[in-house]
Every structure is written in C-alpha cells, then in structure tokens.
C-alpha cells in the first residue's frame, strides 16, 4: 500500500497492473493466497534449524535462500516489480539486509538469554551445593 501510496498518490489493495488483469476481487484472493504460501514457505523453512549436523550459519544461509527464492517468485507475480534485473537485485539486496538485520538482533537477543540463563544455573548449583553440607 505505502509503495503504491509514494508511486502514484493513492491507497490500493493490489497493483494496478495485477487488479486489471485479474479484477480486484481476483487479485484480492491472488495476493492473499500467494501471501500465506509464501508465509508457510518461511515457516517451513525453519526445519533447516533443526538439521543437528548443519552449523547456525548454514541453516541461516538456507533458510535466507529459501525466503529470497520465494519473496522474488511471489513479487514477480503479484506484479510488486519489474522482470528486469536491477528491480530484483534491489530487492534482492534489501531481503538480504533485513533478514542479517533480524538475523543478528535475534542472536544478540538469544545470546543474552542464555548467559542469564547460565548464571541462574551456576547459582542454583551453589546453593544446591552448600545445603548437601
């Protein structure tokens, strides 16, 4: 809608370009149902964490691609941008920076958590440790 609002000055739904191929009402239901595809693909794609032999890094790296796959396939069809190379490469580009962005403010996050986490373990074995006395 913001993309639609800074390009041509108004509030849409859909593109213009998938509403008039498809109706609103069609491109409505296009965009939905290609938005909870491409949702189920990210969440699935959460299985890649779960791979005990793959590193953090390479279960991020893939589950990146898979959301850089699908976030391009589904843009390309609902009309979000351009066939040409430079629209998907900015995109492209952008996906890959938001997802690092998340990537590392989850870490950071997580980091903390089980330090604190640790310490209340190390804690809870001293005093575990004293009271066996």
Known sequence: MLVNYFARGQYLVCMPELTEKLGLAGAVIVQTLLGAIFSMIAFGGMCF????????????????????????????????????IIPILIMAFMII???ALIWLIMYVLWKREIREMNRLAEEYKKGTDTSED
């Open 49 to 84: 964490f779960d791979i005990e032999k793959w590193s953090l890094l390479q279960a991020s790296m893939a589950h990146c691609a898979l959301i850089l796959v699908a976030y391009i396939a589904v843009g390309l069809l609902l009309h979000w941008f351009s066939f040409d």
């Open 97 to 99: 920076l938001v997802y």
